[in-house]
């Protein structure tokens, strides 16, 4: 049974780094093929893919948010984490981490909803 | 703006059939990737619906299908029910931006 789940602070001050980490089961980063991605959602708005984390640790980024945002993995504690610099109120939203056997995202964690404010 | 183009809102009356579509271009689905499908439930993460354009992802029922032609895709729900009423988005792979992209989603409403 695959299983993620996201977890991290709730509320960030502007400016401020966010560090997010996905814990997951039930599948190996280690398999070739196997991706995790980051994928976040304003409230009330459409889904915006974030980022990807290949098993051979190839990073894909946002074009838009490549500069601010860090992929790191940890095998084994089966963790991926998303660092996210410079937070600004427009990041509000929930964030979620997701397996993508192949080309499609399988399973998505619960997300975790980010609030920036001051 | 998403690079995939989904009709804001549908809607249809119970046992109508409707079809949501995702635009897109020669770099994303014109290139050949794959469309998926994502339903969201009100208030729930998103959940797999339909892989690889045309397949149904586990539980889905069969008056539901997926095509994929040229530089676009369709969801075609027929038998609607009051159960469907969700979000739909479609998503795929661009490679002039290197990487995953979703359109903007489309509310699908049960009158």
């Known amino acids: 049974q695959i299983t993620l789940k996201e977890s991290g602070p709730t509320l960030v001050k502007p400016t401020q780094t966010l560090t997010l980490t996905c814990t997951f089961s039930?599948?190996?980063?280690?398999?070739?093929?196997?991706?995790v991605g980051w994928i976040r959602q304003p409230p009330g708005k459409a889904l915006e893919w974030l980022a990807l984390?290949?098993?051979?640790?190839?990073?894909r980024y946002r074009p838009s948010l490549e500069s601010r945002l860090t992929l790191a993995k940890d095998t084994s504690k089966n963790q991926v984490v998303l660092t996210m610099t410079d937070m600004d109120p427009v990041d509000t939203a929930s964030y979620y981490c997701?397996?993508?056997?192949?080309?499609?995202?399988?399973?998505w964690g619960q997300g975790v909803l980010v609030t920036v404010s001051s | 703006q998403s690079v995939l183009t989904q009709p804001p809102s549908v809607s249809g009356t119970p046992g109508q059939r409707v079809t949501i579509s995702c635009t897109g271009t020669?770099?994303?689905?014109?290139?050949?990737?794959?469309v998926q499908w994502y339903q969201q439930l009100p208030g729930t993460a998103p959940k797999l619906f339909m892989h690889?354009?045309?397949y149904r992802a586990s539980g889905v029922p069969d008056r539901i299908s997926g095509s994929k032609s040229g530089t676009s895709a369709s969801l075609v729900i027929t038998g609607l029910q009051t159960e469907d009423e969700a979000d739909y988005y479609c998503?795929?792979?661009?490679?002039?931006?290197?990487?995953?992209?979703f359109g903007g989603g489309t509310k699908l409403t049960v009158l």
């Open positions: 690889g354009n045309r």
């Open positions: 039930g599948f190996s980063l280690n398999t070739t093929g196997v991706t």
């Open positions: 997701a397996y993508r056997p192949s080309s499609a995202f399988d399973h």
């Open positions: 998503q795929s792979f661009d490679t002039s931006l290197g990487g995953v992209i």
């Open positions: 984390l290949y098993w051979d640790d190839d990073k």
């Open positions: 020669s770099s994303n689905i014109g290139a050949g990737y794959d």
